[in-house]
């Protein structure tokens, strides 16, 4: 990779510290945790590492800030986040570079994180002007009923690395346009663009105390304690199933609201009457973007038997064409997995697969040299319950079965205990709308390989989840309901029997 000099400025002007009450400073303990290049291994820089002591400190500011914070008019909030998105894009090619250069992804994908993170801050800036209320008469008219919503308070945010801008964006907008106080536990491989996202919304007006950061290397240490401390009002956390349940176990002991946004087990079945160049672009989009890092990745791929070979084929073809590279570098379609230890993890997965009859249609070879490269890989003939079809892939390998019947590959489809997104591609309209209906996931995508978008609802169904986030209802998750009733005298107008 080329390590020339401009890579490091975009590092430098990072600030690297735990963010509390509007100043950036060393964490109390004084350690810091390392941040490296998942396309050459090579060490980036050194991040405070937070101590509960410093979350303490975050929550302590964050509950200070709250009555403020909720006090500031709506059209101010909604200012800051507008102004943010636009610093944002003037900065696109900076954010760009930070998040290639800490995750992994090419820059093309990066600019277009950049754009979907700007575009929630965006939404949320139009939606701070139009959280509204009811009134109305009560049912025996001896009351009125006045419903308003206010801000449910100090929040804690918990996101991943695998979009360290948009998930961390599609959090804070909301949070901001409601008019709650947040601490902010970025993932830790990934705490430098999080960081650079919060400079943009200090520089928007954010004031001091609003926003909060604790990067850790220990997370459970540092949030638990937070989570099971009263003063919380609400957890968000983007993350796997797992680390999720565990979460929401220690949400219980203080019935803390929660919003979840899970991992993912996506079917994506191309029927015999679809379009099949339709079908294998957007196979393409919803299995590599991200490098496949994604919770609404395509994780099976169920071709009907009739178009299976053809599509396979195609999808052979189009996978093998692509450069797998630094993401820096403008030639790369495809940038590194995260670390060593989810490469291992994926090259295990395909192994074990393989060994257990699985054909190799393209890739399964881990590259040499350094970086934690995986090739885009095919497999067909995919035993029955393989693991790979019940796990979550993460990582850009298409696992392609065949089915026979609209009954048999519903049954398959919603056969996982996930439930974040399906894909169908069939050009009847009446199956698509059958099918749609039937697939138990939170969100489909019809013909298309992509359903991320802030005016839509995302989000999950089974354990995939909890809540959604973006859409007309993604502010909610930000806003408690208030009902005041309000006692009538009777009115000196007799009512007519
Ligand atoms: P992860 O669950 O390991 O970590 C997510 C975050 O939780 C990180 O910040 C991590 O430091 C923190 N964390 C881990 N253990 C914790 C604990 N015990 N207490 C408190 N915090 C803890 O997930 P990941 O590997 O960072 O991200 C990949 C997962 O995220 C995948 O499962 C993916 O499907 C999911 N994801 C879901 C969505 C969605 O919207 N549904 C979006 C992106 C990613």
Request: hydrophobic residues 40%; charged residues 25%; proline residues 6%.
């Amino acid at each position: 990779m080329d390590t020339a000099q401009p890579q490091y400025d975009v590092i430098d002007q990072v600030e690297k510290g735990v963010l509390i009450d509007g100043k950036w400073r060393p964490g109390a303990g004084g350690a810091t945790f390392p941040v490296e290049n998942p396309a050459t291994g090579e060490h980036l820089c050194e991040v405070a590492d937070a101590t509960l002591k410093d979350a303490s400190a975050a929550l302590d500011a964050a509950s200070a800030a709250q009555p403020g914070w909720a006090a500031v008019p709506p059209r101010r909030r909604g200012e800051i986040l507008r102004r943010a998105h636009d610093l944002l894009l003037e900065r696109i090619e900076e954010f760009a570079l930070l998040i290639t250069l800490e995750m992994g992804k090419s820059l093309a994908e990066s600019r277009a994180e950049v754009h979907y993170g700007a575009n929630y801050l965006r939404w949320f800036a139009e939606e701070a002007v139009r959280i509204d209320g009811t009134w109305k008469v009560s049912e025996d008219g001896t009351a009125r009923v006045l419903v308003t919503r206010q801000p449910v308070g100090p929040c804690l945010l918990i996101t991943p690395w695998n979009a360290p801008l948009a998930m961390p964006a599609r959090k804070i907008g909301p949070a901001v346009a409601a008019g709650c106080t947040m601490v902010v536990k970025p993932a830790q491989q990934t705490p430098l663009t999080t960081a650079a996202l919060a400079g943009v919304l200090i520089e928007a007006g954010l004031p001091s105390g609003v926003l909060n950061i604790v990067p850790t290397s220990h997370a459970a240490p540092v949030t638990e304690p937070l989570i099971r401390d009263g003063r919380l009002r609400k957890l968000s956390f983007t993350g796997s199933t797992p680390v999720g349940r565990l979460l929401l176990a220690q949400a219980a002991e203080t019935v803390l609201r929660t919003s979840m946004e899970l991992g993912g087990n996506a079917p994506f079945i191309v029927c015999e009457d679809a379009d099949l160049d339709a079908a294998v672009e957007g196979a393409m989009t919803a299995k590599l973007r991200n490098v496949g890092e994604a919770c609404i990745a395509a994780n099976r791929l169920y071709a009907h038997a009739d178009v299976a070979e053809e599509f396979t084929r195609r999808l052979v073809a189009r996978m093998s064409r692509l450069t797998l590279g630094a993401g820096t570098d403008p030639a790369t379609d495809l940038g590194p997995l995260i670390d060593d230890r989810q490469r291992r993890r994926l090259a295990d997965l395909v192994d074990e697969t393989v060994a257990a009859g699985a054909q190799v249609r393209a890739g399964a070879r881990m590259p040499e040299g350094r970086g934690y490269f995986y090739p885009p890989t095919v497999l067909t003939d995919i035993p029955t319950g393989a693991r790979i079809t019940r796990e979550e892939i993460f990582g850009p390998v298409a696992a392609v079965q065949t089915f026979s019947t609209e009954e048999e590959v519903l049954r398959a489809a919603n056969d996982t205990e996930f439930g974040l997104v399906s894909y169908l591609y069939t050009r009847d309209l009446n199956r698509a709308l059958r099918m749609s209906e039937r697939l138990e996931s939170g969100m489909v995508g019809l013909n298309r390989g992509y359903v991320s978008d802030p005016s839509a609802p995302f989000g999950g169904m089974k354990q995939s989840g909890v809540g959604r986030e973006g859409g007309n209802t993604g502010i909610d998750e930000y806003l408690e309901q208030k009902y005041v009733a309000i006692d009538m005298a009777p009115s000196s107008v007799s009512a007519v029997s």
